[in-house]
């Protein structure tokens, strides 16, 4: 499985940005997609996941500000991010946990990773 993450740059704070996330893969639909931040000197840390079925999980930190979603015919899950803060500002990776099941948290879960994609928020 191949991931190719894209749709990061730098943004006010108070703005919104849209992350793709395309998948090779013939059985996207099966996967646990999730995406994952790592700020400068700080561990990777979980953001959101979406699952079979419409399930999805997400950091209390992006609650009700970040959506995640899929179409799974375009191989493809999206983040969308809105009232961006400074603390948002981070390298943000797409993650596939093959083996679907519950929905994880731990980066550790997912067995393959996009390249990161940068997000800037100035205040």
């Known amino acids: 499985v191949q991931l190719q993450a894209s749709g990061g740059g730098l943004v006010q704070a108070g703005g919104s940005l849209r992350l793709s996330c395309a998948a090779s893969?013939?059985?996207?639909?099966?996967?646990?997609m999730g995406w994952f931040r790592q700020a400068p000197g700080k561990e990777r840390e979980f953001v959101a996941t979406?699952?079979?079925?419409?399930?999805?999980t997400y950091a209390d930190s992006v609650k009700g500000r970040f959506t995640i979603s899929r179409d799974n015919a375009k191989n493809t899950v999206y983040l969308q991010m809105n009232s961006l803060k400074p603390e948002d500002t981070a390298n943000y990776y797409c993650?596939?946990?093959?083996?679907?099941?519950?929905?994880?948290?731990?980066?550790?879960?997912?067995?393959?990773w996009g390249q990161g994609t940068l997000i800037t928020v100035s205040s």
């Open positions: 993650a596939a946990d093959e083996f679907g099941g519950p929905l994880y948290q731990s980066p550790v879960k997912y067995n393959y």
């Open positions: 979406s699952g079979s079925g419409g399930r999805r």
């Open positions: 893969g013939r059985t996207f639909s099966s996967y646990n």
